[in-house]
């Protein structure tokens, strides 16, 4: 597709229920991001993949926060024993990352719709 | 601590008024910086970024924004707003090197027609 795909839009779990979001990237992009964005709020980083490897978990609230990646292109997260403190939109990104000055660099993130979880 | 901070939670304004909306940031290295926006039902785009050169850049749609290193600062303008620039917008900034954007709390602005 032409940008970036979340699934679903919209999940309503009850608390104690596992969750699985999915991302799929747009087509090529090296880079793969987690955000979490709660109500009034800017997003939050969660995670970050480069192709299948998970670079960047700094950002995962606690151990029931689980992300893969495992083929580089289509991203799931997960979510183990939902409270109601998780209730958010969690949204994906993905970038082209390209060799730079100091053999890093990248380009705009784009961003997915994004999946609105509401945990009761 | 890297953050980002907006100065405005919600700002409204008529037509064909001028915008500015503050960012300031904290973060102990050269940095990347965004402003992206939230139109109501859509997702983020990117309105504008800066890397290096010019500190004085443009986006879609008439925005601009100036890099200050000195204040830490990267405000967006508009010097005639419409209505259809209701939306949530969002400053973020990241390393140099790249990876994760760290953005400010949103500015909501309302334009009344």
């Known amino acids: 597709g032409a940008g970036v795909s979340q699934s679903p839009r919209y999940k309503v779990a009850k608390r104690g229920q596992d969750v699985a979001l999915r991302c799929d990237p747009i087509?090529?992009?090296?880079?793969l991001f987690w955000y979490q964005q709660a109500l009034g709020q800017g997003p939050e980083f969660l995670t970050y993949f480069q192709n299948e490897a998970q670079l960047d978990k700094s950002g995962l609230p606690s151990d029931r926060f689980f992300a893969e990646r495992p083929e580089g292109s289509v991203s799931t997260l997960k979510i183990q024993r939902t409270q109601q403190e998780d209730s958010a939109v969690y949204l994906c990104a993905s970038s082209i990352k390209i060799p730079g000055l100091a053999g890093l660099g990248w380009k705009t993130q784009y961003f997915g719709p994004g999946t609105r979880l509401l945990v009761l | 601590a890297q953050s980002v901070s907006q100065h405005n939670h919600h700002v409204i304004l008529s037509e064909a008024a001028s915008l500015e909306l503050g960012c300031n940031y904290s973060?102990?290295?050269?940095?990347?910086l965004f402003w992206y926006v939230q139109y109501p039902g859509q997702h983020l785009q990117l309105l504008l970024k800066y890397f290096s050169g010019d500190p004085l850049v443009k986006g879609i749609k008439g925005f601009e924004a100036e890099f200050i290193k000195s204040k830490f600062s990267f405000n967006l303008r508009k010097p005639s707003v419409q209505w259809s620039d209701t939306a949530e917008y969002f400053c973020?900034?990241?390393?140099?090197?790249?990876?994760?954007?760290?953005f400010g709390q949103g500015t909501e602005l309302s334009v009344k027609p």
């Open positions: 973020a900034v990241a390393p140099l090197t790249g990876g994760k954007l760290i």
């Open positions: 087509s090529g992009h090296v880079s």
């Open positions: 973060y102990g290295g050269t940095v990347n």
